[in-house]
């Protein structure tokens, strides 16, 4: 398994000359996350691949994160944390 450090792991880098994946593991340093964040593109450039990532690492780091998907399509990554309660998100809630 990949020693991340704490780090999101995002995939492999990919070599610009060649366009081939390296063995060299692209990490995000989840200190460098802001409180906003959007992410554009044209369709099928990957946008919802890297949203799954970005939150699959941040719930695997215990980052909160709160998205908006109105197309539905990152639904699907709750399957990923059957064990996910709703009392997981109290921390985060002022209520």
């Not at 450090?5 to 060649?18: E, H, I, P, Q, W």
């Not at 719930?59 to 197309?71: E, H, Q, R, S």
């Amino acid at each position: 398994m990949l020693d991340t450090d704490g780090k999101f792991y995002l995939g492999r880098v990919v070599d610009a000359k060649t366009n081939e994946k390296t063995e060299q593991a692209l990490l995000y340093d989840p200190d460098d996350l802001v409180t906003h964040a959007v992410v554009v593109g044209m369709t099928g450039s990957g946008k919802t691949g890297l949203c799954l990532d970005l939150l699959e690492e941040a719930a695997l780091n215990n980052v909160p994160a709160l998205m908006i998907d109105p197309k539905g399509d990152i639904t699907n990554a709750l399957m990923h944390f059957p064990e996910l309660a709703p009392a997981d998100f109290q921390p985060w809630v002022n209520a």
